[in-house]
T-cell receptor, first 112, second 111 residues
């Protein structure tokens, strides 16, 4: 089954404790991206990647890092999480041939 | 940069028709998307318009006017399960090919 998976789905952590949210897709897609979604603000792009070892900042990259060492994986790293990073996070992927983005199920992160 | 505007909330009655508007300003245009998102779930793709005109897909249709920077999503024969957020997203002609999303329109369908 073609899908985008994210782990964990839910995470409660404390300020300053490094964490990684994984994202994996099995569709051999080149493009991958991370969004955060907050009430009243909609989906905002954090980082995106156009292929292995090619990443770039989106609209709200501060406090986040990403890497793209393999085509299928695009982890989101929070080196020192803060409460303002409490949000719902979505990973998405798209191939070069199509235009539809496929979204993962989301990761609800709470930073206390 | 891009500026995408859509109403925050709309209500409609089961069986009726509703039109959700989206206006945008972008430095270069390379397609407009509509996604549906139920609360707490991932967005799911509804439609993609890159040329002017109406695209129909079952109960849902999407219209685009590039000269006016305007699109709408038309939902016919509304059902209770259509209660969701509807996200308008625009892709510009830059190199990222990743669309920017509007804040979404929350649609509430009443019996």
């Amino acid at each position: 089954e073609a899908q985008v998976t994210q782990n964990p789905r839910y995470l409660i952590t404390v300020t300053g404790k490094k964490l990684t949210v994984t994202c994996s897709q099995n569709m051999n897609h080149e493009y991958m991206s991370w969004y955060r979604q907050d009430p009243g603000l909609g989906l905002r792009q954090i980082y995106y990647s156009m292929n292995v070892e090619v990443t770039d900042k989106g609209d709200v990259p501060e406090g986040y890092k990403v890497s793209r060492k393999e085509k299928r994986n695009f982890p989101l790293i929070l080196e020192s999480p803060s409460p303002n990073q409490t949000s719902l996070y979505f990973c998405a992927s798209r191939g070069t041939e199509g235009y539809e983005q496929y979204f993962g199920p989301g990761t609800r992160l709470t930073v206390t | 940069g891009q500026n995408i505007d859509q109403p925050t909330e709309m209500t409609a009655t089961e069986g009726a028709i509703v039109q959700i508007n989206c206006t945008y300003q972008t430095s270069g245009f390379n397609g407009l998307f509509w996604y549906q998102q139920h609360a707490g779930e991932a967005p799911t793709f509804l439609s993609y318009n890159v040329l002017d005109g109406l695209e129909e897909k079952g109960r849902f249709s999407s219209f685009l006017s590039r000269s006016k920077g305007y699109s709408y999503l038309l939902l016919k024969e509304l059902q209770m399960k259509d209660s969701a957020s509807y996200l308008c997203a625009v892709r510009d002609s830059g190199g990222s090919y990743i669309p920017t999303f509007g804040r979404g329109t929350s649609l509430i369908v009443h019996p």
